[in-house]
Structures are given as C-alpha cells and as structure tokens.
C-alpha cells in the first residue's frame, strides 16, 4: 500500500496527498514556515503545539489558506507580508488602530529608545528605563513574535497598546521585523477567563507580556495555569504587577518564574511563591546612559554584567592562562566515563577537576600537583561578585579556591550540565574573552526548555547562584567571524575562566602571587 500524507489545502481544509508536506504550520495561529523551524520546535517541545500542527504541499497552498509566514524561518517572506498587510484599512504604522497616532515610532532598541509619546503620567505609559528592560529580556529569550495581553482598565490597555506599537516598529539586533501575534484583553469578572486564555498561549510566539492590575491577573493567571500550557518563564509583566499582593491573590507558586520590569527599570522575579527585586550594582549605572548592552539579571540569581573586564585586564588573563596551559598538570581534552573527551580544552587551578570529582593531583594525565590556585583571580572573583550581586553576606563570605579555564577553538562546544560537584552552594563567576559564544541557561530540572540564550563578548561576566546554583546551562556554539580583538591577545578562540568554592576541606595552600603584567 503506498503511503499517504495528511496535508492542507489551499482552502484550509485537509486532504490526503500522495506527496509529503514541504512546510509546516499552526492551524490556530495561520502561521507557516520550514520544517526545522527553530521556533516551531522549541514550540514542540514546550509541548501543546503538535494538536494544531498542519502540513503544506507548498507555499502557495499555504498563503491561499490565508496562513502568514513565520518571521523566524522565514525573514525575507514575513517582511514582505508584513510590509504588504493593511492594518484596519491603513497601511502598516500600528498593530493596533486604538493606539493614538503620538505613540508611533519609527525604531527601538534597549539603547536608543526614542522620546515618549506625550501621555500624562496618570494614563498608564510605560516609562522609558521599563521599557528598556522588558525589550532587554524578550531579547535575551530570542523573542521576535510576541503575544501581548491585558485588563479592560484604562491605564493597563494604554500600557499594553503603548509596549505593542513600540515592538511592532522595531527591529532585533540582525534588522529582522519584531512583531505582536495579537493582543488580547480580559474582562475584571467573567464566568470563565478560558477563551482569552487559550488566545494568548497560541502556539508559534516566542514570548508574552503581560499589563494588567493584581486582581484580575489573579484570576487570569489561575486560568491559564490550570486550563493551558501557559509558560510562566516567557512571560514578561509591566509594572503594575511589582507587588507582593500579585502574588498573595494569585496563590502560591502560581506564577513561578514570570519575570518584569518596574517603573524605574528594575527587575523583579517570582521565585518559590515570593517577589524578588535584585538590581545589579553595574545596572544602576548603565540604566539611563546610551550603552550598547546593560546588565540584567535574567534568572534569579544569574547575572550577566556585559564588559566588565577592561582589555588591560583582558590581555594579562590571556598571559596567565598560557602558563597555566603549559602545567606542570597542561591543558586537556577531558576524557567522558563514556570514553569520548570533551570538544573544550581545560586547565585546572587548585583543584584538578574530571567527572564528577574534584582531586589535589591530576590523576587522568600525570599525576603531577594541580596548579596553586592564586590570590588575585579570587580578589578579581570576589569584586566581580560584589559588581553583579552588590555588596552583602554573599560577598564577604566568599572564598573561591578552585577554577576551571575553558579553551574554544572554532570547533568546541559543551552540553547543556549542571557544576554539582562542589560541596557548595557559592556562586560560580564566570569571564569571558576573545570570541562571542551563545550560552545557553537553562532552568534547574533538565536540559529542555525553557532557557535563555545570550551572547557572552570578550570581557564579559556572568554569575549564577541562590536558586539558578544548579542550573543547566551550556555552549551550543562559538561566534568566530569578526568578534576577537586582536588587543586581548587571542585569535578566533574563546577563553572561558569560571571560579568556584569546592567546599573541599583541607584545600591545598593558594599561592601568593601577583596578577601577572600584560604582554
């Protein structure tokens, strides 16, 4: 018997074909795109998106059944339909015909933000630091298509039209269209919240935002927890939900995970049923100015603070890391308990790492002592610390004595994991330097969805602790082209230097040493 395919036609119905569909679609959403669509898959594995899942013969067949195409797999055709679509009759200028004509703007990005539009202070508009920073974490979950949704009171309707015709206008970091999917509203009270529920959790966006007051999030939140596959990690609030009471009237751990900005730019969690405020110290000054990149906190407790290392301090770590690299226990590819070895070239300092322990003598190579573990990387650790995290009992209390130097050549990669094998809970402070990876950070359950990737540049410090301590995380790969200054000393490669606490007893002696000069 030959085989057959359950495709759609050009009328949207289904149809069995004798040919197998080239592109797929979101019979909910009208969205078509490839069949290796990053975002369809990640949609995939979040799970709920394959009872809607359709398949087209081809594209014609998919824009006659009036499906649009993916902005993600499919850039050259989504910026021609989105430049060709009339919106309510006009042409493209807004996503949504009740946004005043003064709202319209013409581009966005977290450094250029353009003047707000003259709202008086008691209608709701975002203010211009909670902009940046809800448009900071959609980007670092690689949002471009975005669901937004609100309350029926005015200032949260004003809010979520003044966000959606702000991203609708802008571009990412490639020129590529951002764009609202659709904008949904919900009423104070209803018998049931389910329809604009399942509207905003249609499958096919990268994330949601949300502006709304405690009390109807409350009962919307409730709904979507328990009637759909609402992703609280890819729901970013306005500031109207900076408030314990969001949580009290939701209910604990209902909104586990949802992440938002306050008016004056901060960022705030939910974490364990409770509203965590954390602005790094390196944030409050970057906030306002016109930097390229800002420090966000994108997890609880994971901190990326971009540029941190001067190149002066750059180039003296590169000269370290080559003597480190000569031993006397020299860098090696670590050898798996499957018998494969690592993509990444490591060198310890203080204590010799192979999985999963931690040992005084390189007992996979030579046997010979582990390279002292020196005093100025754990004073540089200790500041990098008090920069992400601010002064507190995390700072003063820390006392690195052990460190990891990662080596990528053009080639390396590493798996998502988790670093468990310290007796610790301190935090890991992780530098940056040469070329640009994409790291990869998970959440604490398992190496799927969700996670976050984000661009780690030469001088950048990332740290992690408190709940994100036992995170995964990983480098799927490395940015070779045009991303390493010569100036650091290092050509298309990737240093990686992660300092940690073992939490061994009897650590050996750490060494009395200056921080070596630059060549």
Not at 17 to 24: E, K, V, Y
Not at 80 to 96: D, H, S, Y
Not at 388 to 412: E, M, Q
Request: charged content about 20%; glycine content about 8%; aromatic content about 6%.
């Amino acid at each position: 018997m030959s085989a057959s395919w359950t495709l759609t036609g050009p009328d949207g119905a289904p149809y069995q074909s004798d040919r197998p569909g080239t592109l797929g679609g979101h019979r909910r959403s009208k969205l078509y795109g490839r069949l290796d669509c990053r975002s369809a898959l990640q949609a995939l594995a979040r799970g709920g998106y394959a009872r809607d899942r359709v398949f087209f013969l081809d594209e014609h067949a998919a824009q006659a059944a009036r499906y649009r195409p993916c902005a993600v797999c499919l850039p050259d055709q989504y910026a021609g339909w989105k430049t060709a679509r009339p919106v309510q009759g006009r042409p493209r200028q807004t996503i949504c015909p009740t946004v005043p004509e003064r709202s319209r703007v013409l581009s966005i990005s977290p450094r250029t933000l353009p003047p707000r539009p003259d709202f008086p202070e008691d209608e709701g508009a975002p203010t211009e630091p909670e902009l940046r920073t809800v448009i900071a974490q959609l980007e670092r979950l690689g949002a471009r298509l975005v669901s937004v949704g609100h309350g029926r009171d005015r200032r949260s309707r004003l809010a979520a039209e003044h966000f959606a015709a702000v991203w609708n206008a802008s571009t990412d970091r490639n020129g590529l269209d951002r764009s609202v999917a659709v904008i949904v509203d919900w009423a104070t009270d209803a018998a049931s919240w389910l329809k604009p529920a399942r509207r905003l959790t249609e499958a096919g966006v990268d994330a949601r935002v949300i502006s709304d007051t405690p009390h109807t999030w409350a009962q919307m939140s409730r709904r979507l927890r328990d009637s759909t596959n609402w992703d609280p990690g890819r729901t970013i609030a306005l500031a109207a939900l900076d408030t314990p009471l969001t949580i009290a009237l939701a209910g604990a751990n209902t909104l586990d995970g949802l992440r938002g900005a306050s008016s004056d730019g901060r960022l705030w969690f939910v974490h364990d049923g409770r509203l965590i405020q954390h602005t790094p110290t390196q944030q409050k000054g970057l906030m306002n100015s016109l930097l390229p990149r800002t420090a966000v906190e994108i997890a609880p407790g994971a901190v990326h603070v971009p540029d941190w290392l001067t190149i002066e301090q750059q180039r003296a770590l590169v000269t370290a890391c080559r003597g480190w690299a000569a031993g006397p226990a020299p860098m090696r590819h670590t050898r798996l308990p499957n018998g494969s070895t690592m993509s990444v070239q490591t060198v310890c300092l203080g204590w010799h790492w192979t999985p999963y322990k931690y040992t005084r003598a390189a007992v996979d190579q030579n046997d010979a002592p582990v390279t002292p573990f020196p005093n100025w990387l754990g004073e540089l650790s200790r500041q990098a610390l008090a920069d992400a995290y601010g002064s507190g009992p995390s700072v003063d209390t820390y006392k690195p004595d052990a460190a990891l130097i990662n080596f990528y050549d053009r080639h390396a990669k590493l798996g998502m994991h988790q670093d468990k094998d310290e007796r610790t809970d301190a935090p890991v402070v992780s530098l940056s330097i040469g070329a640009t990876c994409i790291f990869r950070f998970g959440n604490t359950e398992d190496r799927n969805a969700p996670y976050t990737d984000i661009d780690l540049r030469s001088g950048d410090l990332f740290v992690f602790g408190g709940p994100s301590r036992l995170a995964y995380h990983g480098v799927p790969r490395t940015i070779q082209a045009g991303t390493t200054n010569p100036d650091t000393g290092l050509t298309d490669a990737r240093l990686n230097i992660t300092v940690r606490n073992t939490g061994l007893s009897h650590a050996p002696p750490r060494q009395a040493a200056p921080i070596p000069a630059a060549d």
